[in-house]
Nanobody, 116 residues
Framework: QVQLVESGGGLVQPGGSLRLSCVAS????????TRWYRQAPGKQRDLVAS???????DYVDSVKGRFTISKNNTKNTVYLQMNSLKPEDTAVYYC??????????WGQGTQVTVSS
């Protein structure tokens, strides 16, 4: 099967930046849209950004102009560049991808904390 592993989270001050990475490994077959979600304690898991196989991206309104999703197919990696971070961005961030063979897969998540 395939595995998705996130990294790059941490503690950052408001206005700071972080870059999250999601690396896919295993039998990577038929990958399509890849997404970043986030979930704060006691809150629902919300879609943040997505990128298609062709490289087209979409974002939730609250992060437009601040976050950028990208991918490197050679490295089997999807990135989320987060700039101008706000305290309300604090959450566990998860990557998710759809595979023709394996269906929908989730990473384990990486914690992002924005605080002074």
């Amino acid at each position: 099967q395939v595995q998705l592993v996130e990294s790059g989270g941490g503690l950052v001050q408001p206005g700071g930046s972080l870059r999250l990475s999601c690396v896919a490994s295993g039998n990577i077959i038929g990958i399509s849209t890849t997404r970043w979600y986030r979930q704060a304690p006691g809150k629902q898991r919300d879609l943040v950004a997505s990128i298609t196989t062709g490289g087209r991206s979409d974002y939730v309104d609250s992060v437009k102009g601040r976050f950028t999703i990208s991918k490197n197919n050679t490295k089997n990696t999807v990135y989320l560049q987060m700039n101008s971070l706000k305290p309300e961005d604090t959450a566990v961030y998860y990557c998710n991808a759809d595979f023709a063979v394996w269906g929908s897969k989730w990473g384990q998540g990486t914690q992002v904390t924005v605080s002074s």
